[in-house]
Nanobody, 128 residues
Framework: VQLVESGGALVQSGGSLRLSCEAS????????IGWFRQAPGKEREGVSC????????YYADSVEGRFTISLEVAKNTVYLQMNNLEPEDTAIYYC??????????????????????WGQGTQVTVSS
């Protein structure tokens, strides 16, 4: 069971990136999928979630309207499209998977403690 993120890079403010998270050993169909990030000196925070159970998405206020989470079932891969990036978006980005029933019932879509499977992270740096 493994998650592998990719796509992190150095980009200028206002630019775009698409992060990928590929699963092996399990399928995303059975999980809620979250993207989280951790900036230097800060705690890890939830960015976005796609809930299979409810077939809906959730976003942190700080990224609403700029980031989009999506799932490509055939490739068992989750994406995070990030547009209009800001220096404040600089962080290591992680994808994670968790039980959709528990997350949906408890409404812990962006709560890292609700997720069980984690990737190693990918670095995103936004220059001003």
């Amino acid at each position: 069971v493994q998650l592998v993120e990719s796509g992190g890079a150095l980009v200028q403010s206002g630019g775009s990136l698409r992060l990928s998270c590929e699963a092996s050993g399990f399928t995303f169909d059975d999980y809620a999928i979250g993207w989280f990030r951790q900036a230097p000196g800060k705690e890890r925070e939830g960015v976005s979630c796609f809930s299979q159970r409810e077939d809906t998405t959730y976003y942190a206020d700080s990224v609403e309207g700029r980031f989009t989470i999506s799932l490509e079932v055939a490739k068992n891969t989750v994406y995070l499209q990030m547009n209009n990036l800001e220096p404040e978006d600089t962080a290591i980005y992680y994808c994670a998977a968790g039980d959709p029933w528990t997350i949906g019932t408890m409404k812990t879509y962006l709560d890292q403690s609700a997720y069980d499977i984690w990737g190693q992270g990918t670095q995103v740096t936004v220059s001003s």
